[in-house]
């Protein structure tokens, strides 16, 4: 396997499903209410959030973000997402594409809901991720990626009406002797960190026994904040693709 953590690729179900199938025994905690409208969706600190997505999201990392918030029953959260301000962590020209200035785009770059959350909280939660971010950011644009490796499609995204612009493309990865994968960046960073060349960093790893391969290209996503920008609008537009279906629901 060669995953940024050591999970094979998913074939079928989904990793959310999956998860949340593995700690269904843990039960429900003692939440006041299920009830998805008396939800609130609110801002929460790092730490909170990287509870929730280093035990329940399909790459078990936390990435710099600048935003995070939760949706709570009670006192009792039950999803988080993470949000970038200027798209660094989807492409740090991703901007470009789409016309804008970094701080006008924000990536959804983590997301996860726990075993108990009840039907219909993820969509809420990225909903009033949408609302936060238009209220309180420059942000006029949300980016967020499906990773087929994690059974994923995008269905969250098609149930809140985020338009999908087909895959990016592929970025190239290190892989460890022991299967982790490791970003391109990897020999700048060694040699930033450690002294030398990005070159003979490259040596060394290959020597090694370190290999490269291309990343999976992902479905991208996007929802519009500003629908006052007409261009921006008619970018996305142009770029609309089909909504991907998983395998045997076409």
Same mark, same amino acid.
């Given at each position: 396997?060669?995953?940024?953590?050591? $999970?094979?690729?998913?074939?079928?179900?989904?990793?959310?499903?999956?998860?949340?199938?593995?700690?269904?025994? +843990?039960? *429900?905690? /003692?939440?006041?209410?299920?009830?998805?409208?008396?939800?609130?969706? $609110?801002?929460?600190?790092?730490?909170?959030?990287?509870?929730?997505?280093?035990? %329940? +999201?399909?790459?078990?990392?936390?990435?710099p973000a600048q935003l995070y918030?939760?949706?709570?029953?009670?006192n009792y959260c039950a999803g988080? *997402?993470?949000?970038?301000?200027?798209?660094?962590? &989807?492409?740090?020209? &991703?901007?470009? =594409?789409?016309?804008? *200035?970094?701080?006008?785009?924000? %990536?959804?770059?983590?997301?996860?809901?726990?075993?108990?959350?009840?039907?219909?909280?993820?969509?809420?939660?990225?909903?009033?991720?949408?609302?936060?971010?238009?209220?309180?950011?420059?942000?006029?644009?949300?980016?967020? %990626? &499906? /990773?087929? /490796? &994690?059974?994923?499609?995008?269905?969250?995204?098609?149930?809140?009406?985020?338009?999908?612009?087909?895959?990016?493309?592929?970025? +190239?990865?290190?892989?460890?002797?022991?299967?982790?994968?490791?970003?391109?960046?990897?020999?700048?960073?060694?040699?930033?960190?450690?002294?030398? *060349?990005?070159?003979?960093?490259?040596?060394?790893?290959?020597?090694?026994?370190?290999?490269?391969?291309?990343?999976?290209?992902?479905?991208?996503?996007? %929802?519009?904040? /500003?629908?006052?920008?007409?261009?921006?609008? +008619?970018?996305? =537009?142009?770029? $609309?693709?089909?909504?991907?279906? $998983?395998?045997?629901?076409?």
């Amino acid at each position: 396997m060669s995953r940024l953590v050591f $999970r094979g690729k998913c074939d079928g179900v989904a990793w959310q499903k999956q998860i949340r199938d593995k700690y269904i025994s +843990e039960g *429900t905690p /003692d939440v006041p209410h299920l009830d998805v409208k008396k939800a609130i969706v $609110r801002p929460v600190t790092r730490n909170l959030a990287k509870q929730i997505i280093l035990k %329940y +999201e399909w790459l078990g990392t936390l990435v710099p973000a600048q935003l995070y918030y939760g949706i709570f029953f009670g006192n009792y959260c039950a999803g988080v *997402t993470c949000v970038s301000l200027g798209g660094g962590g &989807a492409n740090v020209y &991703a901007h470009k =594409e789409w016309g804008v *200035t970094p701080q006008e785009l924000a %990536y959804l770059n983590r997301g996860a809901n726990v075993h108990w959350s009840p039907k219909g909280a993820n969509s809420k939660l990225v909903s009033w991720t949408c609302r936060f971010l238009k209220r309180d950011t420059a942000a006029k644009i949300v980016i967020a %990626y &499906a /990773d087929t /490796d &994690a059974g994923e499609y995008g269905t969250i995204y098609q149930a809140c009406n985020w338009i999908c612009v087909g895959k990016g493309g592929s970025t +190239e990865q290190w892989v460890a002797p022991n299967g982790r994968v490791y970003d391109q960046k990897l020999p700048w960073n060694l040699a930033k960190a450690n002294g030398g *060349t990005r070159k003979n960093w490259v040596l060394a790893l290959k020597k090694a026994g370190w290999r490269t391969q291309l990343s999976n290209p992902k479905f991208r996503y996007v %929802y519009i904040l /500003d629908k006052n920008d007409k261009r921006l609008c +008619e970018l996305v =537009e142009k770029k $609309r693709a089909p909504y991907p279906k $998983r395998p045997g629901q076409e």
